[in-house]
């Protein structure tokens, strides 16, 4: 049997990448990347010659059984998303738990993820919270907020900066404007914001100053 490895790459500063997280994708015999363009890019700079295969949302289940067969005839596989740990908000679950029902060593590596600095510097309470990464975008969002809104632990949110004001909107309406909450982006970048406030103070910020970059929403929970 060979074994998987769940390697965290970056979110922005380079200086962030392990030593460990560079040795393994050295010593592997495959590195699955999201994009390999955006990989590339990263293994290029750490001197990286390890072959890549392109391993994304759109192709996961029709790659999955051969690459469950490839770590059955002992091969030893890296899989790394664009940024961050895989299989939070990224492709990696679906890999982990077929490797799982096969018996096959999976391995995560501890590094880079976007929540846990954007909850830490939040100052908002963090010994409990709820991870909800992208809400829906039609279909099931106005349940799930509803349902939401009566959370009492810390809520973290992923979005995309063009849809920041919409879900900032939706969250001024559905958890009130006093709830306090706190909006990061392009962590660990030249960049890097954080605005926290209430509600209603942090959508009149980003209101008048389009965001750009990827973003982390910290909302606190009901009182």
């Known amino acids: 049997m060979g074994k998987l490895y769940l390697v965290p ?35 290029q700079h750490f001197e990286i010659t390890t072959p890549m295969q392109s391993h994304h949302m759109h192709n996961e289940h029709k790659l999955m059984d051969g690459i469950v067969r490839r770590l059955k005839n002992g091969e030893i596989i890296a899989q790394i ?20 029902e096969n ?3 999976v391995e995560c590596l501890p590094g880079a993820t976007a ?19 992208f809400l829906p975008v039609k279909k099931g969002r106005q349940t799930r907020l509803k349902l ?17 004001i919409r879900t900032l909107t939706h969250f001024v309406e559905y958890f009130g404007a006093k709830r306090p909450a706190s909006v990061s982006r392009e962590l660990t ?16 910020y980003y209101t008048k100053k389009p965001p750009k970059g990827e973003i982390v929403i910290i909302v606190g929970g009901k009182q």
């Not at 560079?22 to 990989?39: F, M, P, W, Y």
């Not at 939401?148 to 920041?164: D, W």
């Not at 970048?189 to 009149?204: A, D, F, N, P, Q």
């Open 9 to 43: 790459t970056p979110i922005g500063n380079l200086e962030d990448m392990t030593l460990r997280a560079i040795r393994i994708l050295k010593e592997v015999d495959l590195i699955l990347a999201e994009d390999t363009r955006t990989s590339g890019k990263l293994l």
């Open 81 to 100: 998303s664009d940024a961050g740990t895989p299989a939070i908000s990224d492709p990696g679950f679906l890999l982990t738990r077929a490797c799982v």
């Open 103 to 105: 018996n096959i060593a």
């Open 115 to 133: 929540f846990v600095p954007a909850l830490v510097n939040s100052g908002l309470p963090n010994e409990k919270f709820v991870f909800e990464g």
């Open 148 to 164: 939401l809104a009566e959370e009492t632990r810390t809520i973290i949110f992923y979005e995309s900066p063009h849809k920041l």
């Open 189 to 204: 970048k030249i960049y890097e914001e954080t605005v926290r406030g209430s509600m209603e103070e942090v959508l009149k």
